[in-house]
Structure formats: structure tokens, C-alpha cells
């Protein structure tokens, strides 16, 4: 069974600062999907960025990167120049090829402070 | 652009009680899934549909049903609630015809509360 970690409860940064959140995950299959997921206050879950197993550059959109390496299945998402909209719960995400659900790990709640 | 349309949005019942909540695709997706998120927890999937078939189960209690009709809607049907089903259910969909087919695209969910 694929099961995803996320180490860090809670983390702050300064408004404009780089911050990291980390993902693990432990899973046997070769081809998968990795995501993160961001949920606001009002609770609306919103896709930041997703990640091919089978590609090794690393996914990027806009302020937000991540750093993927399969061999230590580790998938953490940096966030650079923070805005005060970034503050959120943010949840990674695992699926493996050719099944449907998403295995999500327990979020990280993300500050970002003025 | 469209999103994932759930209703209601909030749903007060008894215990005993049944509720059935309403989800939309984004048009032309094929697959929806249902996933209930505790109070501080992550979200957990309870089932999945593709093309009007059910396609994955999660840890959706037997008192619970869904299914996804020809326009592709899908109801998710509670029965004999419970306490413990106070939840946020969140509906998600996908199109398995074009890539990325593995991104799900969650709605805004339904607010349950059980009393």
C-alpha cells in the first residue's frame, strides 16, 4: 500500500521569503503522479502543480518548484517570494498510473507573515 | 472556465437521517470521485466513476452510495447518518480522454454536519 508523508504540521516565512515543504512517500510502482494541492480558508482545494514519475526535470509554475527525487521518494515544493495569499493548508498528493484515487498526506499549514 | 459544481454547499441533519449530495463535472470530463475530509484530517477517497461505471472504492462505509448518471452527474447517497459523517465531501473530476487525464479538479464541497 502507497502511503504519503508530510513531516512538517505547521511552517512560517516572512512575506516575499523562499520557503520548502517536504513530501515523502513510500510506494512500489515505477509509473505515478505526484501533485500538490493547496486549501485555503474557505476550503476549496486548488491544484499548485503536479509531477510525472517517469520525467526527471523538475516541475515549475510561475513561484512554485518542486524537487523531485525518485530514488529517495521525496517530492517537496518550494515557494519563492511568499505572498500573503500563499497562506494555506497545503496537501501532496500520490497516485499511481492507471488508478483513480489520489492518497493525500496530512497537509501542511503554511503562514506566510507580513 | 467551468469548475466542479457540488450542491448543496451546507447540509444540517439528524442522526438516522438521509442526505444525498449533487456533484457537476466540468464538462466533457468523464470521471468523478468522492473523497470526505474530517475535521483536521486529509481527504480520503470513498469511490470513483468512470463512464457512468464505478472505477475504484475506497473506505466508503456500506451505508453510503453513489452513482454517476448519463449526463454525467453523480450523487453521492448517506444513509442512517452518524455523527461521525460530520464532514467536508468533496467531489472531483477528470477526463480520462486527454491529458493530463490523472489531474482531478476538485469542487468547492458540501459541508455535512450531523446532529
Not at chain 2, 472556465?1 to 464538462?27: D, F, M, N, W
Not at chain 2, 470521485?33 to 461505471?53: A, C, N, R, T, V
Amino acid at each position: 500500500a502507497q502511503t504519503v508523508t508530510q513531516s512538517q504540521p505547521e511552517m512560517s516565512v516572512q512575506e516575499a521569503e523562499t520557503v520548502t515543504l517536504s513530501c515523502t512517500y513510500d510506494t512500489s510502482e515505477s509509473n505515478y503522479y505526484l501533485f500538490w494541492y493547496k486549501q485555503p480558508p474557505s476550503r476549496q482545494m486548488i491544484l499548485v502543480i503536479r509531477q510525472e514519475a517517469y520525467k526527471q526535470q523538475n516541475a515549475t509554475e510561475n513561484r512554485f518548484s518542486v524537487n523531485f527525487q525518485k530514488a529517495a521518494k521525496s517530492f517537496s515544493l518550494k515557494i519563492s517570494d511568499s505572498q500573503l495569499g500563499d497562506t494555506a493548508m497545503y496537501f501532496c498528493a500520490f497516485q499511481a498510473s492507471g488508478t483513480y484515487k489520489y492518497i493525500f498526506g496530512t497537509g501542511t499549514r503554511l503562514k506566510v507573515l507580513a | 472556465a467551468a469548475g466542479v459544481i457540488q450542491s448543496p454547499r451546507h447540509l444540517i441533519k439528524e442522526k438516522r437521517e438521509t442526505a444525498t449530495l449533487k456533484c457537476y463535472p466540468i464538462p466533457r470530463h468523464d470521471t468523478v470521485y468522492w473523497y470526505q475530509q474530517g475535521p483536521g484530517q486529509d481527504p480520503q477517497f470513498l469511490i470513483s466513476f468512470y463512464e457512468k461505471m464505478q472505477s475504484d472504492k475506497g473506505s466508503i462505509p456500506d451505508r453510503f452510495s453513489a452513482q454517476q448518471f448519463s449526463d454525467y452527474h453523480s450523487e453521492l447517497n448517506m444513509s442512517s447518518l452518524e455523527l461521525g459523517d460530520s464532514a467536508l465531501y468533496f467531489c472531483a473530476s477528470s477526463s480520462r480522454d486527454r491529458r493530463p487525464e490523472e489531474t482531478q479538479y476538485f469542487g468547492p464541497g458540501t459541508r455535512l454536519l450531523v446532529l
